[in-house]
């Protein structure tokens, strides 16, 4: 099965910088790289996806970049408001239909 | 707005009592999906249905079933909760395409407390 490891675990940053985080998986055979937002009380909610054909892709504020040749995949996002607060997670799939396996998640702090 | 409904938001059941958790969507997906989630952990999958084709994950304990009646609806039944089991439990549908790995949607998930 996929191995994922996701990192910082906490990530603190002030309002208006930039946060990066990096999720590394296993599969080789693994095709599409989602990050997932969740908030206090909510269920995760998909804010950015790529697939393996892609090398980056952006929306706004937010970006995930991924190198298939190392495995990792990650999330950024620009000039950071109080709204991004929030545990992030990835989530590498090779497809269809299967459940997802999220990484540990990070909590991401904007600070005033 | 088509969405994933969770019902009860809160669940309080005593230990070894049978509860039911209920999941409804809007979206008519053909997959859903439960997770169970605990506290300062990442959600990790239960089982999910594929149409009507149930799929366990292999460390899923027996104690928790799983029945989807029709497209619409889902329910996890948890046959004997121990204390271990209080978590949030979140239900997820996603449309499976020819495209490949299609987005979930999740609900505001169940918390589950156990006494």
């Known amino acids: 099965g996929e191995n994922v490891e996701q990192h910082p675990s906490t990530l603190s940053v002030q309002e208006g910088d930039s946060a990066v985080i990096k999720c590394t998986y296993s599969?080789?055979?693994?095709?599409?790289f989602p990050w997932y937002k969740q908030e206090l009380g909510k269920g995760p909610q998909l804010i950015i996806d790529i697939r393996s054909n892609v090398g980056e892709k952006k929306d706004q504020r937010i970006a995930v970049t991924l190198n298939k040749t190392a495995k990792h995949f990650s999330l950024h996002i620009t000039e950071t408001q109080p709204e991004d607060s929030a545990v992030y997670f990835c989530?590498?799939?090779?497809?269809?239909?299967?459940?997802?396996?999220f990484g540990k998640g990070t909590h991401l702090i904007i600070q005033p | 707005d088509a969405m994933v409904i969770q019902n009860p938001r809160y669940q309080v059941t005593q230990f070894g009592k049978p509860v039911t958790l209920s999941c409804s969507q809007t979206?008519?997906?053909?997959?859903m999906y439960w997770y169970q989630q605990k506290s300062s952990q990442a959600p990790k999958l239960l089982f999910h249905y594929y149409d009507k084709d149930f799929n366990n994950e292999a460390d899923t304990p027996d104690n928790f079933q799983s029945r989807r009646p029709n497209t619409s609806f889902c329910f996890l039944d948890i046959r004997s909760p121990g204390l271990g089991d209080a978590a949030m439990y979140l239900c997820?549908?996603?449309?499976?395409?020819?495209?490949?790995?299609?987005?979930?949607?999740f609900g505001p998930g169940t918390r589950l407390t156990v006494t």
């Open positions: 979206l008519n997906h053909n997959v």
């Open positions: 989530a590498p799939s090779g497809g269809g239909a299967d459940g997802l396996t």
């Open positions: 599969d080789s055979a693994s095709n599409y």
């Open positions: 997820a549908t996603s449309r499976d395409g020819l495209a490949g790995a299609i987005e979930q949607y």
